[in-house]
């Protein structure tokens, strides 16, 4: 016999719910942190007509998003933004197009294709972090968002078409980073208004959306994209076991799209938090650095060095922790009655999980606030099932994983091996949610030429 909905508990319905609502937009996480602190790890939270639930403890975030995915479609309003941005691809798409497409997506994206990636990918970020010094100095103080975003952009640009990005790179970051912004906002709004509406953002975002389409059709439209281990070349070979389907041009453009935006942005925010704290703790700094010189004696790393880099993948898994990319707004609604935490969930209920909480749980990870790698080393016991969930958890999980922790590791890899990292007078940051957990000023380090 499972419990009421109603006995579960939360804070009282005050105004149609409007002082939460005003509460999240103020500062989301601390809103989702106190929650768990006054009402425990399920808590109802009575919005205008919604029945949310907070998930905020790793086996609920465990039921809802692993054992009872078949029940769960992602909440209508995310998906919305995304798909006016993007197109129709396996970010929003649900059922059985979902399915295939992810079926078909997971050929290019096996830990096996990903390597074949690999040395795209060093040649993009050798010569981004070559160029990240003025020419001729030794040593300056660096804006590490800028850095890894346009390194990331180069990496995409040059895995998926094996072009040099350069200036393509710079103005594409921009581009996502607006349209990032603005589907953020938008988000919040019951529904979109038509972009040729003159709205402040509107003119923004049909600029940066023209900027973004553009490039990307101008590479599919280059015979030479698709040759070798392009990640488009792999995405031209997939075909459906079961059909034996290809993709369409529409839903390669499409998922070109989605490569830009679900896997740019959140690699360079991982490595922008992994920098800066990587650079104020130097015990840490050293050891990545000695690992990295003595597992490459200076070669160029690839994914045969990963397993020999322990420490390195653990400083970037610790900074994941305590940084997430996406921190919140894991979100999905039930499509029938389901039980969660013992209680009855009716359909149509919306559900968050919120990595930000749970990765910060002194039940689950011990002196939660401190940077310690050494929980990740491979003799350190794993955490709980669900209470690390940075890439997510389930059917849904990031379909780019596997490549994001390949790119990170080389990355950390080739900067350590040129570089010195050290905190500015500066002090680091607080984050800022956006759609992804962004530093609120610029986290600047001072880099130096080994
Ligand atoms: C540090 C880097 C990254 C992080 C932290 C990250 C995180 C995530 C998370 C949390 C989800 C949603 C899971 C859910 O809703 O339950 C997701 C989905 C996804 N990610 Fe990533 N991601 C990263 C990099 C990438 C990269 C590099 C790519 C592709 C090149 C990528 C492609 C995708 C796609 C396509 C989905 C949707 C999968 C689906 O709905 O079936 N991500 N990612």
């Avoid at 001729?136 to 952009?153: I, Y």
């Avoid at 402040?200 to 059709?217: D, E, M, S, T, V």
């Avoid at 080389?410 to 050290?422: M, N, P, Y």
């Amino acid at each position: 016999m499972s419990l009421p909905f109603d006995a579960i508990p939360g804070p009282p319905r005050r105004w149609w719910g409007l002082p939460l609502l005003r509460a999240m937009a103020r500062d989301y996480l601390g809103h989702c942190e106190a929650l768990q602190r006054r009402h425990g790890d399920l808590v109802r939270v009575p919005i205008l007509a919604e029945r949310t639930l907070d998930l905020f403890h790793p086996e609920l975030a465990r039921e809802a998003l692993v054992e009872q995915a078949d029940a769960l479609v992602r909440w209508r309003r995310g998906p919305e933004v995304f798909a006016e941005i993007s197109g129709q691809n396996v970010l929003v798409t649900e059922g059985d197009t979902w399915r295939r497409q992810r079926r078909l997506l997971m050929q290019a994206f096996t830990p096996r294709k990903v390597a074949g990636y690999a040395r795209l990918m060093t040649d993009a970020a050798a010569a981004g972090l070559d160029a990240a010094l003025p020419a001729g100095a030794d040593a300056a103080e660096v804006d590490m968002d800028a850095l890894f975003s346009g390194l990331a952009m180069d990496v995409i640009l040059h895995t998926l078409f094996g072009s040099a990005a350069g200036a393509d790179a710079r103005a594409s970051a921009a581009a996502v980073r607006r349209l990032g912004e603005i589907g953020f906002r938008e988000m919040f709004w019951p529904r979109t208004l038509p972009d040729w509406l003159p709205l402040p953002g509107k003119a923004a975002k049909r600029r940066a959306l023209r900027q973004l389409r553009g490039l990307i059709a101008g590479h599919l439209a280059r015979p030479e994209a698709a040759r070798g281990d392009t990640l488009l070349a792999m995405l031209r070979a997939v075909r459906d076991d079961e059909s034996g389907a290809a993709l369409a041009e529409q839903e390669i453009f499409d998922q070109c799209m989605i490569g830009f935006l679900a896997g740019h942005e959140t690699s360079a925010t991982a490595l922008t938090w992994w920098a800066a704290l990587l650079a104020r703790d130097e015990a840490a700094a050293a050891r990545a650095t000695d690992e990295v010189d003595r597992v490459l004696r200076g070669a160029v790393p690839g994914p045969e060095h990963v397993a020999a880099l322990p420490w390195l993948g653990a400083t970037l898994k610790e900074a994941m922790r305590l940084y997430p990319p996406i921190a919140a707004l894991m979100t999905r609604r039930t499509t029938r009655p389901i039980t969660l935490g013992g209680h009855a969930v009716p359909a149509r209920t919306l559900l968050r999980v919120t990595p930000w909480v749970l990765q910060r749980d002194a039940r689950f990870f011990a002196a939660p606030e401190r940077f310690d790698p050494a929980r990740f080393m491979p003799e350190a016991e794993p955490p709980a099932r669900g209470a690390y969930l940075p890439f997510g958890i389930g059917p849904r999980v990031c379909l780019g994983q596997h490549f994001a922790l390949l790119e990170m590791t080389l990355i950390g890899a080739l900067l350590l091996q040129r570089l010195r990292i050290t905190p500015t007078a500066e002090p680091l940051p607080p984050p800022r949610l956006h759609v992804t957990l962004r530093p609120r000023q610029a986290v600047r380090l001072r880099l130096q030429r080994r």
